[in-house]
């Protein structure tokens, strides 16, 4: 399915957190208590109220100068998900589903997950995404803004951003896009390269190793069905036979 795709150029950011605050805003979740941590990153990590944040990766690069990259982090909307995979293993068929149109990977607040199932989902997701709350048992993350997107609108962080680095559209149009931008920046930066295109919808495109950026900016293991996943499938009969929970 061509769907849609996100692609963001991390070598525009300015950190300025628009983003963050407009996917804040469009979704009313609430501001989350935070302190002063030594950094500018803020708040700390993405939480069950925050499904878009700004990480800061500051280190000494070889030249001895200070290096600052930004990485505005969010669900990949894997083509594959495995969180979805795992959720339907463990019996939670409507917790998580795939948005036929766009491909927007999509998670169901109404449906009550128990706190150990939702370690596993959270396991599952390559890129450290998954949240939950304990009170009202339920996952959040990124939507796509799919209320937005399904109306001919932008995805509240990618109107908002002033600098280009968010871009959203088709994604034989973000791929295109994405693979020109690289080509441009390949003389200056021979490192610069995408994030995963194959398996996902949010392209990222760095000019440094990933981990520089993030732990978690690019899959750590294979994307699709892990072996994790595999097995859950394999035991799936028996998790039925306890009913299903969503
Ligand atoms: S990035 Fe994680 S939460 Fe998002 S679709 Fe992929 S596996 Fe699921
Ligand atoms: S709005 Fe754009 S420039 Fe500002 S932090 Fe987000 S991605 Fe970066």
Known sequence: MEGKAFFIDTTLCTACRGCQIACKQWNQLPATETKNRGGFQNPEDLSFFTYKLVRFSEYMGSDGKPVWYFFPDQCRHCIVPPCKDIAEA???KKAITQDAVTGAVLFNQKVKVQADDFEEIKESCPFNIPRYDPKQMAMAKCTMC?????NGLLPACVKTCPTGTMNFGDRSQMLAMANKRLK?????YPKAHLLNVEDIRTIF???????KYYEFAKSHGPLGITRLVAMKKLIRPLVSLSGVKG
């Open 146 to 150: 799919i209320d937005r997107v399904s």
């Open 184 to 188: 441009e920046l390949k003389a200056q």
């Open 205 to 211: 495109l760095v000019i440094d190793d990933s981990e």
């Open 90 to 92: 463990l019996g939670y």
